[in-house]
Structure formats: structure tokens, C-alpha cells
């Protein structure tokens, strides 16, 4: 119930597959999704605790979502690390203007990735949204269990 919500954007089914693999082995709850579209769309649905988030994606690049996303002020302090395979300079350059909190580059290690992904989620500000997310839903669930 204390999980952290993380979205995985992704086009590729596998990267997606490895990532969700990776952090439901750490105790976390992953939504994934294939297109910027519906990376939008899960934001908005899941309010998620962090966001890996490919560039290069059908419908709409990682860039423009990142920018998307910060323009929202509920979701100006959301991690989102960006997770591609351009390892440049400009690239990393390009995700910070953007708004990424960081960037992983693809191939990438597991644990480091899980690494990467705690650091951010231990954040209090990330703590704190946990925190309160169980706490609703403990008080669905009384309220559930008293009709």
C-alpha cells in the first residue's frame, strides 16, 4: 500500500518489460506506457511518484512530455529521468532544459537504475506524497469496511 508509483515510458515493449521487471522486484508499483499521449493520459490518472521517460517516442518526443508535465504546478517537483539511448552531450543538455531531474543512458545497468530510482523516490517531498496516498486509501478501506 506504501509503494511508489513509478510510469515507465517506453516504445519498447522489452525496455518496458525489464524496467517493470526491475522495480516490482524493489517493492514498487509500475504503469507503463508506449506513446507520449499516453504518458500524459497515466500522469493524470495515476499522479505517479516518478517518471522514466524514453526521447525518442511515437506521438510526442520525452522532450516536449517533460515540458508538458512541469508547466503543471502539481507536478513540478515529480522526478522524471529521462532513460534513452542518445548518450551525447546536447542530449543531456537538451533533457535539463527541458526539465528531467536526470538521465539515464540506455543499455543500462539494473542496478543502477534501481539506484538512480530510490535516490529520487527517498526525497521528502516524493516521501510525503507516498505518505499521504496510503493514508487515503487506509481510509477508503475503513470506510469500506464499515458499510
Same mark, same amino acid.
Given at each position: 500500500?506504501?509503494?511508489?508509483?513509478?510510469?515507465?515510458?517506453?516504445?519498447?515493449?522489452?525496455?518496458?518489460?525489464?524496467?517493470?521487471?526491475?522495480?516490482?522486484?524493489?517493492?514498487?508499483?509500475?504503469?507503463?506506457?508506449?506513446?507520449?499521449?499516453?504518458? =500524459? *493520459?497515466?500522469?493524470?490518472?495515476?499522479?505517479?511518484? +516518478?517518471?522514466?521517460? &524514453?526521447?525518442?517516442?511515437?506521438? /510526442?518526443? %520525452?522532450?516536449?512530455?517533460?515540458?508538458?508535465?512541469?508547466?503543471? =504546478? *502539481?507536478?513540478?517537483?515529480?522526478?522524471?529521468?529521462? +532513460?534513452?539511448?542518445? &548518450?551525447?552531450?546536447?542530449?543531456? /543538455?537538451? %533533457?535539463?532544459?527541458?526539465?528531467?531531474?536526470?538521465?539515464?543512458?540506455?543499455?543500462?545497468?539494473?542496478?543502477?537504475?534501481?539506484?538512480?530510482?530510490?535516490?529520487?523516490?527517498?526525497?521528502?517531498?516524493?516521501?510525503?506524497?507516498?505518505?499521504?496516498?496510503?493514508?487515503?486509501?487506509?481510509?477508503?478501506?475503513?470506510?469500506?469496511?464499515?458499510?
Amino acid at each position: 500500500m506504501d509503494e511508489p508509483v513509478v510510469l515507465v515510458v517506453d516504445d519498447s515493449p522489452t525496455v518496458r518489460k525489464i524496467v517493470q521487471l526491475t522495480l516490482q522486484r524493489e517493492h514498487m508499483q509500475v504503469v507503463t506506457a508506449a506513446d507520449g499521449l499516453s504518458a =500524459l *493520459a497515466a500522469v493524470a490518472d495515476v499522479s505517479p511518484d +516518478l517518471i522514466l521517460l &524514453d526521447i525518442m517516442l511515437p506521438r /510526442m518526443d %520525452g522532450y516536449n512530455i517533460c515540458q508538458v508535465i512541469r508547466k503543471n =504546478l *502539481a507536478y513540478r517537483d515529480l522526478p522524471i529521468i529521462m +532513460l534513452s539511448g542518445k &548518450d551525447g552531450i546536447f542530449d543531456k /543538455m537538451r %533533457g535539463r532544459l527541458a526539465g528531467s531531474s536526470d538521465y539515464i543512458t540506455k543499455p543500462f545497468d539494473s542496478s543502477d537504475l534501481v539506484q538512480t530510482v530510490k535516490r529520487y523516490l527517498s526525497a521528502p517531498a516524493v516521501r510525503e506524497r507516498i505518505a499521504q496516498r496510503a493514508a487515503v486509501q487506509r481510509q477508503m478501506q475503513e470506510q469500506l469496511r464499515w458499510r
